[in-house]
């Protein structure tokens, strides 16, 4: 039922392309943008985001219409920015690293402990050497609209982790990316390759040892019922980005355009309080749930991730340096 509700959709998604390149220009409905959620409607974000597509609409003057899908309704992230590439009219949530299979570049924004503060992304982003990204980006069919700050990544495990040494042997649950291996390598882990989905049976009956993650999403997935203890490392201050296909922003009139540019730069500032906030809310509840925080001894940590754009010769060469100078 749900693969065919899914089939329903992407062809939904797929004759409303149709029909918008169908129309003509002097055409005043507004074009319609459906916006692919990873998050569930349940989550704490999940009104940001509402707030956000309802900012596209005012600002666009009648131009846009933007609807929300949780939980990936639409189809899986990785499929969308696929079916996006291609002209469909679909705004898709996405952590950076997934742009490496367009631009391995992008994936430096995930890169354990290279952004040290949610200021940074935006800082990053406006900086010719994501300009120059984002201009290779567009020639395969895409388009950054906002890349804001998610949340700070720690460590959720039975041990209480004091310094790398402390992960030896542990097996660490990551999302089967080449990015996502090397952060838990980086935590001196071993890494366990599993959907999110499956965090929690993967944590309860032991495939994996420990997890990490946003304190909101430790919270949200309760995954904290199966770990007491959250190590404060740190090690990468998440970013999540809004995108689109680059054939329908340039199919869109000036009003839609000068919308989706304004108010996705606006974001990167706006969302740092709210999800600073939130954090500091999830923790504090995390803590009446009985959950042991602990600072961490970051320089061994430090001195990993030093060595993991060698594991990247597909980067531009100095790439990642250029990154860490734009931030120091």
């Known amino acids: 039922m749900l693969k065919f509700t899914r089939r329903v959709v992407a062809a939904s998604v797929a004759a409303s392309?149709?029909?918008?390149?169908?129309?003509?220009?002097?055409?005043q409905s507004p074009t319609l943008l459906r916006m692919n959620m990873?998050?569930?409607?349940?989550?704490?974000?999940?009104?940001?985001?509402?707030?956000?597509?309802?900012e596209l609409e005012a600002a666009s003057n009648g131009t846009l219409k933007v609807e929300i899908f949780p939980s990936e309704a639409l189809g899986k992230t990785v499929d969308m920015?696929?079916?996006?590439?291609?002209?469909?009219?679909?705004?898709?949530d996405s952590d950076p690293s997934h742009l490496?299979?367009?631009?391995?570049d992008f994936s430096t924004f995930m890169a354990p402990y290279l952004v040290k503060k949610p200021e940074d992304i935006e800082k990053l982003w406006n900086s010719d050497t994501v300009k120059d990204m984002e201009a290779k980006l567009s020639e395969k069919g895409l388009r950054v609209v906002t890349l804001v700050y998610f949340g700070t990544r720690h460590l959720l495990s039975n041990r209480e982790v004091k310094a790398r040494p402390d992960t030896a042997g542990m097996k660490i649950r990551n999302a089967p990316t080449k990015m996502w291996n090397e952060v838990s390598k980086t935590l001196g882990g071993n890494p366990t390759n599993t959907a999110w989905s499956e965090a929690y049976s993967a944590l309860e009956q032991g495939v994996a040892d420990g997890v990490e993650a946003p304190l909101s999403l430790l919270y949200s997935s309760k995954l904290y019922e199966t770990r007491p203890n959250i190590s404060l490392t740190g090690h990468v201050v998440a970013t999540t980005s809004i995108l689109m296909s680059q054939k329908v922003y340039d199919s869109l009139p000036d009003d839609a355009k000068k919308a989706l540019d304004s108010v996705g730069r606006a974001e990167s500032a706006?969302?740092?309080?709210?999800?600073?906030?939130?954090?500091?809310?999830?923790?504090?509840?995390?803590?009446?749930?009985?959950?042991?925080?602990?600072?961490?001894?970051k320089s061994s940590f430090f001195e990993a991730a030093a060595k993991v754009p060698d594991a990247f010769p597909?980067?531009?060469?100095?790439?990642y340096d250029k990154m860490n100078d734009i931030i120091k």
């Open 38 to 54: 990873v998050v569930s409607n349940q989550d704490k974000t999940y009104p940001l985001w509402q707030e956000f597509a309802k």
């Open 17 to 27: 392309l149709a029909m918008s390149c169908a129309l003509p220009a002097f055409a």
């Open 270 to 297: 706006k969302r740092i309080p709210k999800i600073q906030a939130l954090e500091t809310e999830f923790r504090k509840t995390l803590e009446d749930k009985g959950i042991r925080f602990n600072d961490v001894d």
């Open 314 to 319: 597909e980067w531009t060469p100095g790439v």
């Open 100 to 104: 490496s299979n367009y631009v391995p």
């Open 81 to 92: 920015i696929d079916t996006i590439s291609r002209g469909a009219p679909v705004l898709q």
